[in-house]
């Protein structure tokens, strides 16, 4: 995504975009919002994310005769206005670290470039990474011969032609209930109790507990609603955080109903943040008012700590050690055991398709299995009678 910020000039927002153009310099462009800056930074914010993902700078022609190392960073910097921010961050990380070092080692043009060579460096990656991480080596690969195509320098695809590893095997860690009421209590009163609750409870992704406004809880009809991300990722080498008003998937824009016990819970934590913001001052981080998972000088939880305080949390505590995310396994096993319907869970846990909740949590849906054994035995009661 082209980078971007808001300008403020005889009292109206500019949006003002910076981006690379053919010759490789920085350039910027100014854009009017005609908003007034009194009372309209979330409109004129809005406007800026929609600008740098729709801004389109002029690229640097592909020559013929380029290197595919060379081809992979030129394709890299093509798709970069067209995709999330975080998205363009994974791309960039795999091609840029992975892709382009091995095949500039070995001068490998574009044209040249053959099945077999693609086939190589799967193997070879192989020995260092599992087959999930060559899987995604590959999704980049293809997509940018697939541009190749597109644009004449190549007549097919040879990554078509390439046989991907076999992806590896999902089975995430999870708690029972016993496991998960010990965890409530080791939270408890700790700035991870919130997060701790929601993974847990809801099952909800750490971007969408980080994501939480306050907007989004609705005291009156108890729901809440998940539309707001928190992430985090890697960019031109500095760590940035990316908020956003949009979910993983359409199916993670979800409500979900506000039980009683969080909603006392919230409650109290909205009444406790008034009171630190009252007792620091000025020194209160106002930036993040807005947001539920905060701590008490108002400073946002950011991914990272969340990462890294939870396995923290466990160990001082003696409990099992697994994922932030495996407390969203813990939740899925939990509604399977108390026989929600996979349908529901899915809705639940804001998945894209029921196939996706199916194939990661079909293996703890023992009740099916003892339903089916059930029918089986009340349909096969003389068979089963006369092996006795």
């Known amino acids: 995504m082209v980078a971007g910020h808001l300008q ?14 053919v010759s490789g310099k920085r350039k910027t462009k100014w854009i009017p919002t005609s908003l007034p800056v009194k009372g309209n930074k979330k409109k004129a914010e809005k406007l800026l994310m929609e600008a740098r993902r729709e801004f389109e700078p002029e690229c640097k022609p592909i020559q013929d005769d380029v290197l595919f190392s060379d081809f992979m960073l030129q394709w890299l910097e093509i798709v970069k ?4 921010i975080t998205t363009y961050s994974s791309y960039s990380n795999m091609v840029k670290s992975i892709i382009v070092p091995y095949f500039e080692e070995r001068g490998i043009m574009l044209k040249q470039l053959r099945p077999t060579d693609i086939q190589v460096f799967y193997m070879e990656q192989l020995k260092r990474v599992k087959a999930n991480s060559v899987i995604h080596y590959h999704a980049n690969i293809h997509k940018a011969l697939k541009y190749a195509v597109k644009i004449d320098l190549l007549d097919s695809n040879p990554a078509d032609k390439v046989e991907r590893p076999k992806k590896n095997p999902f089975m995430g860690s999870f708690y029972d209930s016993d496991e998960v009421e010990k965890l409530f209590e080791a939270a408890k009163g700790t700035v991870l109790e919130i997060p701790v609750f929601l993974g847990a409870f809801y099952g909800l992704r750490r971007s969408e507990v980080l994501g939480l ?13 998940i539309k707001h991300t928190v992430t985090s990722c890697n960019l031109d080498g500095k760590h940035i ?11 993670s824009l979800r409500i979900l109903p506000l039980v009683p016990a969080f909603r006392e819970k919230l409650l109290e934590v909205r009444d406790h943040q008034k009171e630190c913001k009252r007792l620091c001052g000025k020194c209160y981080n106002k930036q993040y008012q807005e947001y539920i998972c905060v701590d008490e000088m108002g400073n946002l939880i950011s991914p990272h700590y969340l990462t890294s305080a939870f396995p923290k949390l466990l160990e001082k505590n003696g409990l099992r050690r697994i994922r932030f995310h495996d407390l969203r396994h813990s939740c899925a096993s939990l509604l399977l055991a108390n026989g929600v319907p996979m349908k529901q869970i899915q809705e639940w846990l804001g998945h894209s398709d029921f196939s996706t ?4 949590y079909a293996h703890l849906d023992y009740n099916s299995k003892l339903s089916s054994a059930d029918a089986m035995v009340n349909g096969l009661s003389g068979a089963l009678q006369a092996i006795k």
């Open 357 to 360: 909740t199916a194939n990661v």
């Open 81 to 84: 206005p067209t995709i999330a």
């Open 213 to 225: 406004k306050w907007s989004a809880i609705d005291f009156q009809n108890n729901t809440i609603t």
């Open 8 to 21: 403020e000039k005889k009292g109206y927002f500019y949006i003002v975009l910076s981006y690379p153009d």
């Open 241 to 251: 955080q990316v908020a956003q008003d949009t979910t993983k998937t359409k199916s």
